[in-house]
């Protein structure tokens, strides 16, 4: 059985991405924090990796976690797109006219905002974590509250939705990395998919002549994102996901892409994730 660690409680949306990739067997470590998350994915005694949101198609990128990748020796050995559907759960036995609480993580209720402004006399009560609060209700077998979460937490904690999908944007979705140590994680076969980070120098088209190299290389640039470096005022570097279709196309992407760089690093090549609806 592998063991993962992931950001949240049990019933997260991070565990329902870990258990759509891995198995339903896995094994989860709950993490207060993305840090927490890759400092015991590095671990070899105590996980097999771990489970990191990078990005979401309606707040975008998660430029934290970025540089917790970069800080990090992790490599990404796969992905995992998960939409986000969030569910108005209560014990057994409450009706909706019997709510006056709504607890949740505040980007939950502001995901549900449109929902929940149908009923101005519930107190909306922000919370660390989805799952969480589905678990705090559950515990205290609220008779007047409800919870906002996945239909994980609700499953796992005995709770019934009496309201799926109330999320206002319907397409909402979440990138998760599966990261790995070096030693683990390997190249898959299938292989179409990779994630590096580069720098150029500050002449004049510097990035042009990236962007150039993996046009001419038959890559699909499905990503670049800046970021900024924390040592070097007003310089950044620069993440990119690319796509081939073959191991070949890549490495010769690569090594015309060292040319004109000054430094570039691989965090992992793998196979293009799939989305679980």
């Known amino acids: 059985m592998q063991k993962v660690s992931i950001q949240g409680y049990k019933g997260s949306f991070h565990q329902i991405a870990a258990e759509n990739y891995l198995g339903k067997d896995v094994e989860v470590i709950p993490c207060a924090t993305f840090s927490e998350v890759i400092k015991i994915a590095a671990n070899a005694k105590k996980s097999d990796g771990g489970f990191m949101a990078i990005e979401n198609s309606i707040a975008g990128s998660i430029l934290p976690n970025y540089a917790l990748l970069q800080k990090s020796n992790l490599k990404i050995a796969g992905e995992i797109y998960l939409h986000i559907n969030q569910n108005l759960m209560v014990n057994p036995g409450v009706k909706p006219e019997d709510i006056r609480e709504v607890h949740s993580h ?155 760089t000054c430094e570039l690093r691989i965090f992992g090549v793998y196979k293009k994730g799939e989305t679980v609806l």
């Not at 107190?123 to 994980?152: F, M, P, R």
């Not at 109330?166 to 790995?180: A, G, H, M, S």
């Not at 120098?201 to 990236?210: Q, T």
């Not at 499905?222 to 279709?245: C, N, V």
Request: net charge neutral.
């Open 106 to 260: 505040p980007m939950a209720l502001l995901q549900c905002i449109e929902y929940l402004e149908k009923h101005p006399h519930w107190k909306l009560v922000e919370t660390e974590d989805t799952a969480l609060s589905a678990k705090y209700i559950h515990q205290h077998n609220h008779k007047h509250a409800a919870a906002i979460a996945g239909k994980l937490a609700a499953e796992l904690f005995g709770l019934k939705i009496i309201a799926p999908k109330i999320q206002t944007n319907k397409n909402n979705y979440t990138r998760f990395l599966f990261l790995q140590r070096q030693d683990v994680a390997g190249t898959a076969g299938d292989a179409n998919k990779a994630s590096v980070s580069f720098q150029t120098d500050h002449s004049k088209g510097a990035l042009v002549k990236v962007l150039a190299k993996i046009s001419e290389a038959s890559i699909n640039l499905s990503k670049l994102q800046s970021m900024p470096i924390p040592t070097e005022e007003w310089q950044y570097r620069f993440h990119a996901d690319m796509e081939f279709g073959s191991l070949n196309e890549f490495e010769n992407a690569i090594n015309e892409m060292k040319k004109v």
